[in-house]
C-alpha cells in the first residue's frame, strides 16, 4: 500500500481538528515551566533539542542552564575551544553529539551569517541534525508546519491511531512523519509538536500511561481496545556485546596520574580516560607486559578498589579499577600524559572514568 493511501486508510473517520484542538488546549494549560521554552530563539531551542536526545527532562536542565551561560550565542560556541565544549558536556553522554553541534554551529556562522536557516532542506543539511530535530527547530522557533518524529510521538499516535508498524524499522518512522504532515496545526505548530512531545513526557508514557488524565482519551483507538499497553510495536535489538577491562589509576613519584586522550574520531572521540587494558586475553601478571609493550612503562599493581559497568548501546564495558604505580620506563605513547589532579579535573572524561576519580591518592 502507497504511504499516502495507508495515510488516508489510518485517519478515516478520525476527526484532526477535534484533535488539534484538545492537544493544544492541553498543552498551554499543562506544560512544564522549562528553561528552553522561555522564547524562541533558535539557537535555544536547537541546543535542548540535542540535549534532549536519550536524556531525560530533569538532567538536561542544569547542564543546558550552564552551556547556555558558558556559550549564550552561536557565535560563542562556534568559537570555543572543542575540549571546552566537551568539558560543558561531561555527564550528558553521547558526546558526538556535542562535536557535531559546534561543528553545525559553526557552519552557520560562516555560511548563514549566524542565522539558523529557515528552510528544511538547508536545516537537515547540517551536521548532526536529523528529521525530528529539524523538524523541532522549524516548528518550535519558526512557526512552521513542519513533523517533528521521535519515539515518544511514535508511542502517542500508534496508540491514538492504532498502527502496527514495528516502529523500529524506517518506513514506519516515514509514515508517522506523513501522520503528523496530515494532522498538524497549521496555525499553531509549535504548540502542535510540543504538545505531542509533552503528552508522551508525562501521560502516555511507555509501560503505565495515564489514560485517565489524557486530553485524547475519547479519541484513542488502543484505550477504546484495552491494548494501550501493547503499543507501540517494537522488535528488540541485537545483544549488546559485554567487553572486560582493567581501568588503572596509575600515579608517578609527584602524584600525578596518567592519562590519555581519546582518537578524535569514533566512540567518545577526543575525551580523556585513565589506560584501559583489554582482558580478553590477559590475566593480572600478563597485564604488566602487556601495559610496558603499549607504554613503555613498568607498573606495579596495588589494590583493586571498585566493580564498574557502563552500558553503551551496542556494548557493555565491565571495568574493573585497580591503583597502581610507576616503577620504571618512559611513557611512549602518543596523546597520553600525566597530570596533576587540578589538571585532570579541567579535562572532560566520560561518565564511566569519572567515577574513578575518588580512588586516586591525594
Not at 568559537?79 to 558526538?96: F, H, R
Not at 596518567?258 to 575525551?271: I, K, N, Y
Not at 613498568?298 to 565491565?318: A, C, G, N, R, T
Request: with cysteine; hydrophobic share 40%.
Amino acid at each position: 500500500m502507497r504511504k499516502k493511501d495507508q495515510v488516508e486508510h489510518i485517519l478515516q473517520g478520525f476527526n484532526p481538528s477535534l484533535f488539534r484542538e484538545r492537544l493544544i488546549d492541553w498543552f498551554k494549560k499543562e506544560q512544564r515551566i522549562l528553561p528552553w521554552r522561555e522564547n524562541q530563539d533558535p539557537y535555544r531551542v536547537w541546543v535542548s533539542e540535542i540535549m534532549l536526545q536519550q536524556t531525560r527532562v530533569d538532567t538536561v536542565i542544569p547542564y543546558f542552564n550552564n552551556f547556555l551561560n558558558k556559550f549564550p550565542t552561536l557565535e560563542a560556541l562556534a568559537e570555543a575551544d572543542e575540549q571546552e565544549v566537551l568539558k560543558a558536556w561531561e555527564g550528558l553522554g553521547y558526546y558526538s553529539r556535542a562535536r557535531n553541534l559546534q561543528n553545525a554551529v559553526r557552519e552557520v556562522v560562516e555560511e548563514y551569517g549566524g542565522v539558523v536557516p529557515k528552510d528544511p532542506a538547508e536545516l537537515g543539511k547540517l551536521k548532526g541534525v536529523g528529521p525530528y530535530t529539524k523538524g523541532a527547530i522549524i516548528s518550535i522557533a519558526y512557526d512552521t508546519a513542519e513533523p517533528a518524529v521521535d519515539g515518544n510521538v511514535m508511542r502517542v499516535l500508534s496508540r491514538i491511531l492504532h498502527v502496527e508498524e514495528d516502529i523500529a524499522k524506517q518506513s514506519t518512522r516515514k509514515l508517522f512523519e506523513e501522520l503528523v504532515r496530515e494532522l498538524i496545526s497549521q496555525e499553531d505548530p509549535s504548540s502542535f509538536n510540543q504538545g505531542l512531545m509533552e503528552l508522551g513526557a508525562l501521560i502516555c508514557t511507555p509501560k503505565t500511561p495515564s489514560c485517565m488524565l489524557c486530553p485524547i482519551q475519547e479519541q484513542c483507538l488502543a484505550f477504546d481496545k484495552g491494548i494501550e499497553t501493547e503499543l507501540p510495536i517494537k522488535s528488540s535489538k541485537k545483544k549488546q556485546k559485554k567487553v572486560p577491562y582493567m581501568l588503572l589509576l596509575i600515579q608517578n613519584e609527584e602524584g600525578e596520574v596518567l592519562v590519555e586522550q581519546r582518537p578524535s574520531q569514533g566512540l567518545l572521540a577526543s575525551l580523556w580516560q585513565f589506560p584501559m587494558v583489554p582482558l580478553s586475553d590477559l590475566d593480572q601478571e600478563a597485564v604488566k607486559h602487556w601495559f610496558y609493550g603499549e607504554y613503555g612503562l613498568h607498573i606495579e599493581l596495588k589494590d583493586s578498589v571498585d566493580q564498574i559497568k557502563h552500558v553503551f548501546s551496542h556494548l557493555i564495558w565491565e571495568m574493573e579499577v585497580v591503583k597502581a604505580r610507576v616503577v620504571g620506563g618512559k611513557l611512549d605513547r602518543e596523546r597520553c600524559r600525566f597530570v596533576d589532579l587540578k589538571e585532570m579535573n579541567d579535562l572532560p572524561f566520560p561518565v564511566s572514568h569519572q567515577k574513578a576519580h575518588k580512588y586516586i591518592s591525594q
